[in-house]
């Protein structure tokens, strides 16, 4: 029987065990942070020690400084669930064997679509909605009591556990190494992490920490490409209209416009009314960057004698930083026609009157946005929130299938410096597209779990 090890816990490399040891591989999942956490943060509240996002970079300040949740289980334990398709007009830049395996008519997209459908409810519609917006899909359950949970590879373990199938062990890899009798996992102290060997790797730590383990593990330094979604909205209050929908749960939209013109999603939620009556919308613009509007960001991976680094340089184009700006007047357009009411900005700042909301510092968090609607007796306004690049957990595109770059994967997955190592996640796409990620990460990792 084969015997393959998963470096990292989360949503891709769970997605890849349970569907490996279902087709009779013995697997081992090597995970860096503890496994405490077994349900949805918003099932289960705690705050567990050892459980924090922990920071493993350093970037300029157009980056942010964000860092990956260690635990067992990774984001899925606090995801949306959202389940996009990324649309044909990104997935063209991939290989054209990948395009036919997620969105041909037998491709994995369908089928997961028609799987999670089926165990979901909220990835069909459930309730008309006042707006022509369409329904946003997740694999997502508000229970009776309240409280939501979204699909985790993690809840589906268990008998594979029971059977011996899969094994769980807790440790933080560095490097993996090809010996005789198979490959070995290394931890950051140039330690030998158990004694057993493997026939194959499977690298999901994510797209930033994958490529630090491939550097570290062919000896030397890299470069690569590493981009993520930026995000730019506004918290609206306003008199006019009646509610877009029931308000159901903070982690459920009620729906999402396409502006695929400026490589962009906006996804809406209403909350419930303000103690002024007032009705208080969320639109949240979540955007591409878009290749062909110029490179994305550097990671940089500094493979030193006793141990490695990671450096992100961030890149953002004239045309990108454009786009980024028209999306923010466009999401102000869009909610007083949508709306049809003449919003204005609570706050009169430089950015709002020149339109440079960039890497504006007058642009505020959604708490604070929230917080100046809240205390403030205007109506029909609005308040702008963005989210910094680099931190809103899309990061993708370190390790692209058919890529030319240092470190790249072959079609079948493969780490082409490292054979029999192979790496899934957001690190092997080749372009991300406007899509959230989640549902082409479970698409690979099946594809992965069917033709290792
Ligand atoms: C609040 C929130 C909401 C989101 N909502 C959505 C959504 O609705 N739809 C969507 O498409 N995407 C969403 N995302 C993004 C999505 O969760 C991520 O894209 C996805 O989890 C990435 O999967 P991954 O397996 O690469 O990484 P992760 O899920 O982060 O898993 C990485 C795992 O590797 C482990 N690890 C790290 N380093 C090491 C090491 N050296 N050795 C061993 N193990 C290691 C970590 O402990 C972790 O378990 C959301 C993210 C957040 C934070």
């Known amino acids: 029987m084969p015997k393959y090890c998963v470096i990292g816990g989360g949503l891709s490399g769970l997605e890849f065990a349970v569907h490996s040891a279902a087709r009779g591989n013995e697997i081992v999942i090597y995970d860096a942070g503890p496994d405490l956490r077994k349900k949805h943060v918003h099932f289960d509240a705690r705050v567990l ?10 970037a300029d300040e157009r980056w942010a400084i964000g860092g990956i949740n260690e635990r067992l289980g990774g984001r899925s334990l606090c995801y949306h669930g959202v389940m996009l398709p990324i649309e044909p007009s990104a997935l063209e830049s991939w290989p054209a064997a990948w395009q036919e395996r997620l969105s041909g008519p037998d491709g994995l997209y369908r089928q997961l679509q028609e799987e999670f459908t089926r165990e979901f409810p909220e990835m069909t519609q459930r309730q008309p909605i006042g707006m022509p917006l369409l329904h946003v899909p997740q694999a997502a359950v508000v229970t009776e009591s309240g409280a939501f949970s979204s699909y985790s590879p993690l809840y589906h373990l268990e008998p594979f556990i029971r059977d011996g199938m899969i094994r769980i062990k807790k440790a933080t890899i560095a490097k993996v190494e090809n010996r005789t009798h198979g490959f070995r996992l290394i931890d950051g102290m140039g330690r030998t992490v158990d004694q057993e060997s493997f026939d194959k790797c499977v690298l999901s730590a994510s797209a930033i920490i994958n490529n630090r383990i491939i550097s570290t593990s062919l000896g030397r ?17 306003t008199r006019f209209g009646k509610r877009v929908a029931d308000f159901r749960h903070e982690m459920l939209w009620h729906g999402f416009a396409k502006q695929h013109d400026l490589n962009a999603n906006i996804f809406v939620v209403e909350r419930p009314n303000l103690d002024s009556g007032d009705r208080l919308l969320l639109l949240m613009a979540v955007m591409e960057q878009n290749p062909q509007l110029g490179a994305f960001s550097q990671l940089h991976c500094h493979v030193g004698r006793e141990q490695s680094s990671l450096e992100i340089e961030s890149h953002h184009s004239d045309a990108v930083i454009d786009n980024y700006n028209r999306l923010g007047r466009q999401i102000v357009e ?3 026609e949508q709306l049809s009411a003449d919003l204005a900005p609570l706050f009169d700042t430089l950015a709002e009157r020149s339109g440079a909301f960039f890497g504006s510092k007058e642009v505020s968090t959604l708490g604070l946005a929230l917080e100046g609607l809240g205390s403030s007796e205007r109506s029909n306004v609005y308040a702008r929130f963005a989210f910094p690049y680099g931190s809103y957990e899309h990061e993708s595109c370190t390790h692209p299938i058919g890529g030319t770059g240092e470190i790249a994967l072959a079609d079948s997955l493969e780490v082409t410096a490292l054979p029999g190592v192979y790496a899934v996640g957001p690190g092997a796409f080749p372009r991300l597209g406007i899509a959230n990620p989640a549902l082409t990460i479970c698409s690979l990792s099946r594809w992965l779990a069917s033709n290792i």
């Open 334 to 336: 869009f909610a007083c």
């Open 221 to 237: 330094s890299t470069t690569a490409h590493v981009t993520d979604h930026y995000c730019i909205g506004i918290a609206v209050k």
């Open 49 to 58: 020690e050892g459980d924090e996002k922990k920071v493993h970079w350093t």
